[in-house]
């Protein structure tokens, strides 16, 4: 029975892949890498040797009507990333809704991604939050910050490494110099790092030694400010 399984791997160490994970990109009929050469290490290392194409954000748009007709003829696809999960800041969306769209079924593996791992370890309140992935680069941005000003709960971003010092300080700029932040980079790597602290004091960190690698950044929202009125507190 045809089904696209959306497959995630891991972002950094390999040991993070599931027997799953593994299990099902051995039994599928095709696997639609971002890229098939990076891909081809994570294949290698656990000895899958499962026919892989190209399906990335520059093609996919051309090739969702191709993959779709190989689903209906009755083949098992997995989509798989870079790294992480499959639709989250990487392609896979545009798939996913075409199959539930033609009744095509759809199953999502559990496994890893960055912004989890980044959100626990920052110390910042986790109940409620909410993803932004990478902001606009121009168009739009500071509209984006405008609004994410008065956001209350706990804020999570990508961003690239050379951009994270112009960021820091956009955050000084929007949020306010106190704001607390919490910075983790290279995540399940050997040079896994976060820096926490007040966004001052993180821009001063990384202006102070450059960033490397992937980056998650945890952003504290806006306090609610409690006002007395009429001898009761609101928000």
């Known amino acids: 029975m045809s089904k696209l399984y959306i497959v995630p791997t891991p972002i950094g160490n390999l040991d ?98 960055a912004f989890v791992p980044a959100l626990v370890n920052s110390g910042l309140p986790n109940d409620k939050f909410v993803f932004e992935g990478f902001l606009p680069d121009k168009k739009g941005r500071q509209t984006r910050y405008l609004a994410l000003a008065e956001e209350t709960r706990t804020m999570i971003l990508y961003v690239s490494p050379h951009k994270l010092v112009k960021t820091l300080g956009e ?10 932040v919490s910075v983790s980079r290279e995540l399940s790597k050997l040079h896994e790092e976060t820096v926490r602290g007040t966004a001052i004091e993180v821009l001063k960190h990384f202006e102070e030694k450059a960033p490397k690698g992937e980056i998650v950044v945890i952003v504290a929202g806006k306090e609610k400010v409690k006002k007395e009125k009429n001898g009761n507190t609101q928000d």
């Not at 003829?73 to 769209?101: K, N």
């Not at 955050?171 to 607390?180: K, P, T, V």
Request: with cysteine; charged share 25%; glycine share 6%.
């Open 16 to 113: 993070d892949m599931t027997f799953r994970a593994i299990q099902v990109l051995k039994d599928v009929d095709l696997i639609l890498a971002e890229d098939t050469r990076t891909s081809a290490k994570l294949m290698k290392h656990f000895d899958i040797t499962t026919q892989m194409h190209s399906h990335h954000m520059h093609n996919e748009h051309k090739t969702v009507e191709n993959i779709i007709q190989k689903l209906e003829q009755g083949m098992t696809i997995a989509l798989i990333s870079d790294a992480g999960t499959p639709a989250i800041s990487d392609p896979g969306f545009l798939l996913t809704r075409a199959c539930v769209e033609k009744g095509i079924a759809v199953e999502c593996l559990p496994g890893a991604t």
């Open 171 to 180: 955050f000084i700029e929007y949020f306010g110099a106190d704001r607390q």
